[in-house]
Each structure stands twice: as C-alpha cells, then as structure tokens.
C-alpha cells in the first residue's frame, strides 16, 4: 500500500506487464438521440437499435433509406386488394396479444402530445415489454400496421412516461456457428443477475422520477455502446492487455480518489486513449470507491469535471451518457451504488458474450462486478458474509493481478482465489503466514523491487486481517489491522485506520478507537487533501 510509484523497470515479461502501457484509440459513437431534432413530418430514418454502431451484416443502416416507407406501401397495397376482393371495408388492425387498437388510418399519425399515445399503450407494452422487441422493431411494426410515426426519441419518452422499463441484454449474434456462449456458472461465487424480474427489483426502488430512469436506462445502453463501439473500431482491441495490477495509479485504495486532481497525468491521460480499462476506471471504479469511502463532496467535482472534459472532447459519447447518469443519483449514495453493481455486470456480460476476448480480461471483468455485488446488494452479499469485503479496503482487482503479476507463484494465486471469493480453506492463515515470510525473504535477496516490497508485505497483513474479521476473532483482527497501519502512509494510513476504529468501536475499546481518529485528524496528508477539494471544485 505504499503510496510511492516505483521507477524500477523490471526485466522479466511479467514485471514489463506492470510497467503497462496505453492504447491510444480517439473514438466518438453515435446515440439513437439524434434524432431528437429531425423533422419527422418528412421521412423518419429509423436507425437500428443494435448493440453496436455497425448493423449484422456489417453495413450501415444509413446506407438503408427507404425502409419504413417500403414497408408502409407493401402494406397499405395488400388492404386495398383485399377490400377490393371480398367488396367489403379493409378488416381493422389484428389484436396483438389480445390488445386491440384503433383502425389505421391512411394519414400518418404522428403523437405530439401524451395523451395521442394513450390509444395504443395496451399493443406497446405487449410489444415492448410481454414480446422483449427491440425499439426498431416496433416502430416498424406500428409504421406498417397502424400507420404510426414517431422518432425513437419520442417512443422512449413516453415508455418513461408510462414507466415501460426492460433490463434484459440482447446478445450479439456469434460470428462462429454452434459456437457456445461463455458458461457463467464456473465461478460459484458469482451471483450473475440474469432474469428479467431479479434486474426489476434491483432497479425498481431507484425509479422514483421519469427523468431518472431515462438517464438511468441510457447509462446501461450506454456500456454495450462503448465496449462494442470500441471493438468495431478495429478487431485488434479483442487482444489487448488491459490488466497491470497496480502499475496504474488508478488502483491504490483511497489513492483513487486523490490521484483525481493529478489532472493531466490520470483523467486525461485515460479520457484521451479510452480503451476498455480506462472506461471502467472513469466510470465505475472511480466513483465505486469514492462512495465507500463517503467523499460526495469530491464525487460532485469529479462528476462535474469529467462531464465539461467529455462533452469538449467528444460531444455525444457514452461517457457523458453515464456520468450524466450519476450526476442525477448524487444525493442517493445508496442507490448509485447498486446502479454502479448493474452497470459494472452489464460491462461483464457484454465483454464476456464478445468472441476471442482475452480470457484475462473477461476474468478482470467477472471480479469487479463480483466486487461491486459484495458491497451494493444486501439481499445476496450480507446475508452469506456479514463482514463482506470492502473494495475501498483491499481492492479485488488490484490486490489479485497484482499478486499475479509480481510474484508469479502459483501457491500465492490460490490464496488469492480463496481471498478474493470469501472463501477460506481452515489451513488458509498458515498458509498466507508463509507466503509472508517468502515474501521478506525475496525483499531482502532483491527479487522483488523495492518499489513493490512494501505492496506485497501489506497485501498479506490486508488477507490475513480480513480472513480473521470473516472469522470474527477480533484480537487477531487488532493484531494485524495495527500491523497493517504501521506499514501504511498517507491514504493507506488513513483508510486502514477509519476501518481499525470502526471495528474498534463495535468489538474493542472506544478509548483506542479515539486514539486512532485523533491521530488521523492531525495528519498532515489530510490538510492537503482539504486544499484539493477546494481547488478542484473552484475549477
């Protein structure tokens, strides 16, 4: 947990991995809102609500004008021959799912206000809702049924108005017939929400206003959008290395939220080569941790600041879409965070459904929303492990591709399997105790850098200090929480001892628990933190 960032270039492919590197890729994606300034008394181009920029076949929709009105006019002609065959009226529209709607008319009906909507509510929610179509598919349907336009901008307002909401992911089609999708269970202690009526629930208590669900739904669109964006760009992106443990600022605990007014060195640095890492970093993780740690005050300026920096850069992009999604929850922390759980399993679905991913990399996906579910879904997390993991405390992603990287030792990546999981073998303390010793050893002998020496060392003090709080054996847990703030400085310092005083407090004595905010209160690194804030918000 040292706070320094070593310059040490190591030699061996592992370490160069550590060094780690950045993909430089400038990338702007269009969003179905464009279309929110189109005249539509003319012809409405309807662009395909795909998961990705780029249709099935691979061409442009753009490069498809005239659909809806193909459509329109092969139906329109089949009425009127079969009014002409039997002598009679056309028959009035079919039911669809026992909804009957208004007969068509031969002028286009175009719904400028809420209440021309109402007529057909019943046949859109059996559409939209009951049958799961997708948007393109239905303004087809009421364009060659009823007669009906309307922009997709104007559709998903008014299923927000009428509280239409789905969360079920569509999949890309394979390119690989028979190909088989990734098997989810292999990680038992994944809970994968995958059911229509499981993301409802999660999803259901934070609708509280229409204008928050829509932001909310966009955000969700908005990771598929990114990540299949980025890989439509250039096929190549499927094989990037986007893991580096701890190389990257990014991941060092509370360092998180104060490498933030590093400004050219981290938000533009990642803004500027925005490969899937760097979105997960901006808009996941970033404001994961600074939620655990109860800094609302530097969530507002981040949000705020990275808002100004992605609309000058890109305009309409996903980035904007999602942070846009969060400015609007920023007086629910509650709520964000299991907005950030869904978002992050949308991120890992999505990049696990994407053929030759890197395995690495879907791995680092599945463990961040593993880490997000721990911390954001009482209904699952608490009941199984009252004292769940804290991502602020022991980051999962850091703390176990670090491990990975630096120490290559397959006995280390067991325990950090069982670490990461929850799940603790009884010779578990015995084992890490060990580790602990090797790992001074190779200190001292110059196998491991100095400027990861420290990182290590805190790593085991941090697995064994949590394997003891799953435990409940608080003497142990004081023993090595004290170890582990003896080693830690500056942010390490002063999150080791929030949660040492917080447990203190429950299960020790509330006069060291006093000691231990005392202290922290008079650090100097709290004082230059204070001015940070204060000069990113003036900003």
């Known amino acids: 947990m040292d706070s320094e960032e070593g310059s040490t270039t190591p030699e061996s492919p592992a370490m160069s991995l550590v060094a780690g590197h950045h993909v430089s890729t400038l990338m702007m994606l269009d969003h179905d809102d464009d279309y929110e300034n189109e005249d539509i008394e003319g012809d409405i181009s309807i662009k395909d609500e795909s998961l990705s920029p780029l249709s099935e076949d691979g061409r442009s929709l753009s490069n498809r004008p005239g659909l809806s009105a193909r459509h329109a006019i092969k139906s329109e002609h089949l009425k009127l021959k079969a009014g002409k065959t039997t002598g009679k009226p056309a028959a009035p529209a079919s039911s669809i799912g026992g909804h009957r709607a208004p007969h068509p008319s031969r002028i286009p009906l175009i719904p400028r206000k809420a209440e021309d909507w109402e ?12 049958q799961n179509c ?6 087809i349907t009421m364009e060659t049924k009823y007669n009906l336009k309307a922009t997709p901008k104007m559709y998903k307002n008014q299923f927000a108005r009428w509280n239409f909401f789905k969360y079920s992911i569509k999949r890309r089609p394979k390119d690989k017939a028979g190909q088989q999708s990734p098997d989810k269970s292999e990680d038992g202690a994944l809970v994968v929400v995958n059911s229509h009526d499981a993301l409802d629930n999660l999803m259901s208590p934070m609708m509280h206003e229409n204008s928050r669900s829509r932001v909310m739904q966009a955000g969700l669109t908005a990771v598929r959008h990114f ?28 360092k998180t939220a104060m490498d933030l007014f590093d400004l ?69 922390p509650e709520d964000i965070m299991r907005y950030i759980m869904l978002l992050s399993q949308v991120n890992s679905e999505t990049i696990s459904s994407l053929d030759d991913m890197v395995e690495r990399t879907r791995a680092w996906a599945r463990n961040q929303y593993l880490a997000c579910q721990r911390t954001a879904d009482p209904s699952t997390a608490v009941a199984r492990a009252p004292h769940k993991h804290h991502m602020i405390r022991l980051e999962a992603q850091s703390v176990y591709w670090a491990q990975n990287l630096i120490l290559g030792d397959p006995e280390a990546d067991e325990l950090a399997e069982q670490w990461l999981h929850r799940s603790f073998g009884p010779d578990f303390p015995i084992r890490t105790e060990t580790m602990r010793r090797r790992i001074d050893e190779k200190i001292e002998s110059g196998a491991i850098p100095p400027a990861y020496a420290k990182m290590m060392q805190c790593l085991c003090v941090g697995w064994l200090n949590d394997y003891y709080e799953s435990q409940q054996d608080w003497p142990k ?9 003896s080693l830690a400085t500056n942010e390490q ?27 922290r209160l008079e650090h100097e690194w709290l004082e230059s933190v204070r001015v940070q804030v204060d000069r990113m918000s003036l900003a």
């Open 119 to 130: 007529p057909w509510k019943g046949i859109l929610h059996e559409l939209y809702i009951t």
């Open 477 to 485: 847990v004081f023993e090595w929480g004290r170890l582990g703030l």
């Open 493 to 519: 310092y002063m999150i080791w001892s929030i949660h040492l005083e917080g447990l203190m407090r429950k299960h020790g004595t509330v006069e060291e628990a006093e000691q231990l905010r005392r202290r």
């Open 134 to 139: 997708i948007l393109r598919d239905i303004i």
């Open 227 to 254: 990540l299949h964006g980025y890989i439509d760009l250039d096929s190549a992106h499927l094989k990037d290395e986007v893991v580096f443990g701890y190389s990257d600022p990014i991941y060092r605990y509370f």
């Open 264 to 332: 050219k060195e981290n938000i533009e640095r990642k803004i500027s080569a925005p490969n899937i890492k760097c979105f997960s970093d901006l808009c996941f993780l970033v404001p994961h941790l600074l939620l655990e740690s109860n800094r609302k005050d530097i969530l507002s300026a981040y949000l705020q600041y990275l808002t100004r920096l992605a609309t000058f850069k890109f305009g309409k992009h996903p980035f904007t879409e999602i942070i846009a999604s969060f400015a609007d929850l920023i007086d629910r």
